[in-house]
């Protein structure tokens, strides 16, 4: 079987490969207990339409403020040639903003700001970018005021700020906002003017504990600073001074940490405890001593800051870290649970979900460590894992395991699955394991125990597969890879080493990996991951407690973090997640974050209509059997601040029917502070535009931070037809996959496919790939349809022409132009030509012939063609 799996002519992947198919599946009515509903959420009003409007100025009497109101396209407003300049609109009443809608002319803002007000007066920042588009900018914001503005401080052209339309969307009601208890200071970076010594740091005023303390050299001026993530609005500051206080300092805020307004002075202070009510807003705040009180230097044991809207969060409930209510969704096994019971629901789950790929069903089944005998096969949308420390905590007598045989051994739609942290000792007399999958089907942290087993990573002997990852597992056998098409494998250890090869496949340091040979055999060999952090993991510890794990950030590194060592890195009880359950809305589990809390997501799919807000450094978002984030009425599903060490691991992103801008964004735009010392990771974070209903959404993941890791990721637009669900090129509307605007940001095992321009844009310096797997749109209906100026189609891989350093490696383009197969792609990769962007083994394929892919990358490389399908190149340039 080996033999004749190693020989199998390389052909193209089917044409349903991705086909959306209808399902009718009988469900199970004790795996579905009902769950709390999702509340009703009004959809978002245009609020700004025939209101009062004024302006800093107008060009002319033909362009007055009131013509951004009116609800005409053809008229318009235009300002002064000269910076800065505003457009104000007064909505009558107080109201949460959730969107705002700028329709650009042809002079529009390069540098504006969107604010709020509740008294025309004092505003806060709601959006802040320096890299304005013009065109149509529809903006997702979190905000309330009465008054809402365009702030334009810098123009894109010799002209003043025109606007068609200045469109406000939100919710009118609510009283004027009182001040918050919830410190939000608290857990912030903070960085300060100068320190005593190593042990009284900066961070020490907001880690909410009063024995620890920040003190200051001796000497003036001297300030410490916090940055809470995003703009707040301030109403409260309280300073709990040790014995060195300021005599006089101003309490002062900052949108970029450069330019600051004082929102309080004094020269008399107190010491002590100071409560000091402010009015400000501002993403930083800092305390500025100008004269100290003693001879020594400035000290403080807490620094706390309270915003505007505190009292109004909605309750978060605690939880017990040893009874966790994981949802109705998850199911925990011990030693003492009947075998039988064990099987029971590991068969009826498999029933229901071996063909659900499109339903709302999500399920985890987690063993707490011990010895079982069980048969896990797995279906769509099923987590197996183990909740030891270790893998081998955990031992299945049996398989855990995927087949195929639902496609008749076609594994090329086997998706959205997950095996992780146990082991595995196969039944006496059988030494195969079969984990025949495609994209989004993590193999992590596994060991398969047995020298003379093998794992097969397709149907065996029959049928395709397209795509995958092992990550930090041992297999103690041979790995066989048979008719799987491409595959990745990270930081693992292959005891008998490994078998087989198609287009592209990478190894990166695995101790037991072939010896490089691209293209023949299609082997990239890398011998060291240069730095990653394994995905975090739920565990139980000795007491029954239930934690998360948090591995270390890895460098240089090769095979697991676990085998037959210590893993490095912390534990986190689950008393301080919050756990999310199905129906609970943004606001409180962002309320839970603004306490500090971390996120846990319970399986199934939760709805918003407001992006979950991660602001607070070294935060931990983990999802349950493939827990889904759906963004509804073109919200974005999730920002991350450009804080250090956010984790976000074992998610979907999903796109609603109404378009949004971006369903995920690390960092917010024009995002400059390094993290080089604890990047923000990304780990099996997915991403799907469409299938179960119609999907939009312009960009799928914006990464801005600098030194961002991803980890495994599939980012995935529906083209084909489903049953009873329309798609299509002017249905499923996406343009982009992957944009990474950061410097030195680094993937890992990245997956993107069928978008409508650009499938990857990089603009940041210092980016690195490992992995690249890409299928281009098959829905294209014409050549006219998909041209980029003069270019025939969009590049699967586009590097800015303004980078200057960038590498990738094993990378994989393909095409099927089923609707149309006149349809060409120029190129694959589109880069810059310089000595220091260098990309490495690079495939292209034309899939079955149908479509063209004219050049790999730039103008070098053969054609893919019906003539010549498979088209390789080692090096570029």
């Given at each position: 079987?080996?033999?004749?799996?190693?020989?199998?002519?390389?052909?193209?992947?089917?044409a349903?490969r991705?086909?959306?198919?209808?399902?009718?599946?009988?469900l199970?009515?004790?795996?579905?207990?009902?769950?709390?509903?999702?509340p009703?959420?009004?959809?978002?009003?245009?609020?700004s339409?025939?209101?009062?409007?004024?302006?800093?100025?107008?060009?002319?009497?033909?362009?007055?403020?009131?013509?951004?109101?009116?609800?005409n396209?053809?008229?318009?407003?235009?300002?002064?040639?000269?910076?800065?300049?505003?457009?104000?609109?007064?909505?009558?009443?107080?109201?949460?903003?959730?969107?705002?809608?700028?329709?650009?002319?042809?002079?529009y803002g390069?540098?504006?700001q969107?604010?709020?007000?509740d008294?025309?007066?004092?505003?806060?920042?709601i959006?802040?970018?320096?890299?304005?588009?013009?065109?149509?900018?529809?903006?997702?914001?979190t905000?309330?005021?009465?008054?809402?503005?365009?702030?334009?401080t810098?123009?894109g052209?010799?002209?003043?700020?025109?606007?068609?339309?200045?469109?406000?969307?939100?919710?009118?009601?609510?009283?004027?906002?009182?001040?918050?208890?919830?410190?939000?200071?608290?857990g912030?970076?903070?960085?300060?003017?100068s320190?005593?010594?190593?042990?009284?740091?900066?961070?020490?005023?907001?880690d909410?504990?009063?024995?620890?303390r920040?003190?200051?050299?001796?000497?003036?001026?001297?300030?410490?600073?916090?940055?809470?993530?995003?703009?707040?609005?301030?109403?409260?500051?309280?300073?709990?001074?040790?014995?060195?206080?300021a005599?006089?300092?101003?309490?002062?805020?900052?949108?970029?940490?450069a330019?600051?307004?004082?929102?309080?002075?004094t020269?008399?202070?107190?010491g002590?405890?100071?409560?000091?009510t402010?009015?400000?807003?501002?993403?930083?705040?800092?305390?500025?001593?100008?004269?100290?009180?003693?001879?020594?230097?400035?000290?403080?044991?807490?620094?706390?800051?309270?915003?505007?809207?505190?009292?109004s969060?909605?309750?978060?409930?605690?939880?017990?870290?040893?009874?966790?209510?994981?949802?109705?969704?998850?199911?925990?096994?011990?030693?003492?649970?009947?075998?039988?019971?064990?099987?029971?629901?590991?068969?009826?789950?498999?029933?229901?979900?071996?063909?659900?790929?499109?339903?709302?069903?999500?399920?985890?089944?987690?063993?707490?460590?011990?010895?079982?005998?069980a048969?896990?096969?797995?279906?769509?949308?099923?987590?197996?894992?183990g909740?030891?420390?270790?893998?081998?905590?955990v031992?299945?007598?049996?398989?855990?395991?995927?087949?195929?045989?639902?496609?008749?051994?076609?594994?090329?739609?086997?998706f959205?699955?997950?095996?992780?942290n146990?082991?595995?000792?196969?039944?006496?007399?059988?030494?195969?394991?079969?984990?025949?999958?495609?994209?989004?089907?993590?193999?992590?942290?596994?060991?398969?125990?047995?020298?003379q087993?093998?794992?097969?990573?397709?149907?065996?002997?029959?049928?395709?597969?397209?795509?995958?990852?092992?990550?930090?597992?041992?297999?103690?056998?041979?790995?066989?890879?048979?008719?799987?098409?491409?595959?990745?494998?990270?930081?693992?250890?292959?005891?008998?080493?490994?078998t087989?090869?198609?287009?592209?496949?990478?190894?990166?340091g695995?101790?037991?990996?072939p010896?490089?040979?691209?293209?023949?055999?299609?082997?990239?060999?890398?011998?060291?991951?240069?730095?990653?952090?394994?995905?975090?993991?739920?565990?139980?510890?000795g007491?029954?407690?239930?934690r998360?794990?948090?591995?270390?950030?890895?460098?240089?590194?090769?095979?697991?973090?676990?085998?037959?060592?210590?893993?490095?890195?912390?534990?986190?009880?689950?008393?301080?997640?919050?756990?999310?359950q199905a129906?609970?809305?943004?606001?409180?589990?962002?309320?839970?974050l603004a306490?500090?809390?971390?996120l846990?997501?319970?399986?199934?799919?939760?709805h918003?209509?407001?992006?979950?807000?991660?602001?607070?450094?070294?935060?931990?978002?983990?999802?349950?059997?493939?827990?889904?984030?759906?963004?509804?009425?073109?919200?974005?599903?999730?920002?991350?601040?450009?804080?250090?060490g956010?984790?976000?691991?074992?998610?979907?992103?999903?796109?609603?029917?109404?378009?949004?801008?971006?369903?995920?964004?690390?960092?917010?735009?024009g995002?400059?502070a390094?993290?080089?010392?604890?990047?923000?990771?990304?780990?099996?974070?997915?991403?799907?535009?469409?299938?179960?209903?119609?999907?939009?959404?312009?960009?799928?993941?914006?990464?801005?931070?600098?030194?961002?890791?991803?980890?495994?990721?599939?980012?995935?637009?529906?083209?084909?037809?489903?049953?009873?669900?329309?798609?299509?090129?002017?249905?499923?509307?996406?343009d982009?996959?992957?944009?990474?605007?950061?410097?030195?940001?680094?993937?890992?095992?990245?997956?993107?496919?069928?978008?409508?321009?650009?499938?990857?844009?990089?603009?940041?310096?210092?980016?690195?790939?490992?992995?690249?797997?890409?299928?281009?749109?098959?829905?294209?209906?014409?050549?006219?349809?998909?041209?980029?100026?003069?270019?025939?189609?969009?590049?699967?891989?586009?590097?800015a022409?303004?980078v200057?350093?960038?590498q990738?490696f094993?990378?994989?383009?393909?095409?099927?132009?089923?609707?149309?197969?006149?349809?060409?792609?120029?190129?694959?990769?589109?880069?810059?030509?310089?000595?220091?962007?260098?990309?490495?083994?690079?495939?292209?394929?034309?899939?079955?012939?149908v479509?063209?892919?004219?050049?790999?990358?730039?103008?070098?490389?053969?054609?893919?063609?019906?003539?010549?399908?498979?088209?390789y190149?080692?090096?570029?340039?």
């Amino acid at each position: 079987m080996t033999s004749r799996a190693t020989s199998v002519r390389p052909r193209p992947r089917r044409a349903v490969r991705h086909l959306l198919v209808g399902l009718t599946v009988a469900l199970v009515a004790a795996l579905t207990p009902a769950g709390p509903s999702t509340p009703a959420q009004a959809a978002p009003t245009l609020l700004s339409q025939g209101r009062t409007a004024t302006a800093s100025s107008s060009e002319n009497a033909g362009t007055p403020a009131s013509a951004a109101v009116d609800g005409n396209t053809g008229t318009r407003w235009a300002s002064a040639f000269s910076d800065p300049q505003w457009l104000q609109v007064d909505l009558g009443s107080r109201a949460t903003i959730s969107q705002v809608n700028l329709l650009w002319e042809g002079a529009y803002g390069r540098a504006f700001q969107l604010q709020t007000s509740d008294d025309g007066a004092t505003w806060t920042t709601i959006y802040s970018t320096t890299t304005g588009t013009g065109g149509t900018q529809n903006l997702t914001v979190t905000g309330a005021g009465r008054y809402v503005r365009m702030n334009g401080t810098a123009r894109g052209t010799g002209y003043g700020y025109s606007l068609w339309e200045f469109q406000v969307y939100g919710e009118t009601g609510g009283s004027t906002p009182t001040c918050g208890s919830t410190n939000v200071a608290q857990g912030s970076p903070a960085t300060a003017s100068s320190t005593q010594d190593a042990g009284l740091a900066a961070s020490a005023a907001v880690d909410g504990n009063t024995g620890t303390r920040w003190a200051s050299a001796a000497s003036d001026p001297q300030w410490l600073r916090v940055d809470l993530g995003s703009t707040r609005t301030i109403c409260r500051v309280v300073l709990t001074w040790e014995a060195a206080y300021a005599r006089a300092f101003q309490l002062q805020t900052s949108a970029d940490g450069a330019t600051w307004t004082t929102i309080y002075s004094t020269t008399t202070g107190t010491g002590g405890t100071q409560s000091l009510t402010v009015s400000g807003s501002g993403r930083y705040l800092r305390m500025y001593g100008t004269a100290r009180a003693t001879a020594y230097g400035y000290s403080l044991w807490e620094l706390a800051v309270n915003t505007t809207g505190g009292t109004s969060e909605p309750p978060v409930d605690g939880t017990d870290p040893r009874n966790p209510n994981l949802g109705p969704n998850t199911f925990v096994f011990d030693p003492s649970t009947p075998t039988s019971t064990i099987q029971s629901r590991l068969n009826t789950l498999f029933t229901q979900q071996e063909t659900n790929q499109f339903g709302p069903q999500r399920y985890a089944v987690l063993f707490k460590p011990g010895t079982y005998t069980a048969d896990v096969n797995l279906g769509f949308f099923t987590q197996v894992a183990g909740l030891g420390m270790s893998p081998d905590d955990v031992n299945l007598n049996g398989h855990v395991r995927t087949e195929a045989f639902w496609m008749g051994g076609n594994a090329t739609q086997n998706f959205w699955r997950a095996a992780e942290n146990l082991s595995v000792t196969l039944p006496a007399g059988q030494t195969v394991e079969r984990w025949a999958v495609s994209q989004a089907a993590p193999y992590r942290r596994m060991h398969l125990r047995g020298g003379q087993n093998q794992i097969q990573l397709w149907n065996g002997g029959d049928g395709w597969s397209s795509g995958g990852l092992l990550a930090d597992t041992r297999i103690d056998g041979l790995v066989v890879s048979g008719s799987q098409q491409q595959w990745y494998s990270r930081n693992s250890e292959f005891g008998n080493g490994w078998t087989g090869s198609v287009w592209n496949m990478v190894f990166q340091g695995v101790t037991g990996a072939p010896a490089p040979s691209f293209p023949n055999p299609s082997h990239t060999v890398i011998a060291q991951t240069p730095q990653v952090r394994e995905k975090p993991f739920l565990y139980v510890d000795g007491t029954g407690e239930y934690r998360v794990f948090v591995p270390a950030l890895r460098t240089n590194s090769t095979g697991t973090s676990w085998y037959n060592k210590t893993p490095a890195g912390s534990s986190i009880s689950l008393s301080q997640f919050f756990v999310v359950q199905a129906g609970t809305s943004a606001a409180t589990i962002n309320a839970a974050l603004a306490q500090g809390k971390h996120l846990l997501f319970t399986p199934g799919v939760h709805h918003v209509t407001e992006p979950i807000q991660v602001n607070r450094a070294d935060t931990v978002v983990l999802g349950l059997g493939l827990a889904t984030i759906q963004a509804d009425n073109g919200s974005v599903g999730m920002r991350v601040a450009d804080v250090d060490g956010v984790k976000v691991a074992g998610l979907m992103f999903e796109a609603g029917t109404t378009n949004s801008p971006v369903l995920m964004e690390v960092g917010p735009s024009g995002s400059s502070a390094s993290h080089a010392g604890n990047p923000t990771s990304l780990h099996d974070v997915f991403f799907r535009i469409g299938g179960p209903h119609v999907g939009k959404a312009t960009n799928t993941l914006t990464v801005n931070s600098d030194n961002v890791i991803g980890d495994h990721m599939w980012l995935w637009r529906a083209d084909h037809a489903a049953s009873g669900v329309p798609t299509g090129w002017t249905l499923n509307t996406a343009d982009t996959g992957l944009t990474v605007n950061g410097d030195d940001v680094t993937m890992y095992g990245l997956f993107v496919e069928h978008y409508q321009k650009y499938q990857t844009v990089w603009n940041g310096n210092g980016g690195r790939t490992y992995f690249y797997q890409n299928e281009l749109p098959y829905d294209v209906p014409n050549q006219a349809a998909w041209m980029n100026g003069s270019t025939r189609g969009y590049a699967a891989y586009k590097v800015a022409d303004s980078v200057t350093t960038h590498q990738a490696f094993g990378l994989g383009s393909y095409s099927y132009f089923n609707v149309n197969p006149a349809v060409v792609e120029e190129r694959s990769f589109e880069v810059p030509t310089n000595p220091n962007v260098r990309f490495t083994n690079m495939v292209t394929v034309s899939l079955g012939g149908v479509g063209t892919i004219n050049r790999v990358i730039n103008n070098a490389g053969g054609t893919a063609n019906a003539a010549n399908q498979t088209v390789y190149l080692t090096t570029y340039p």
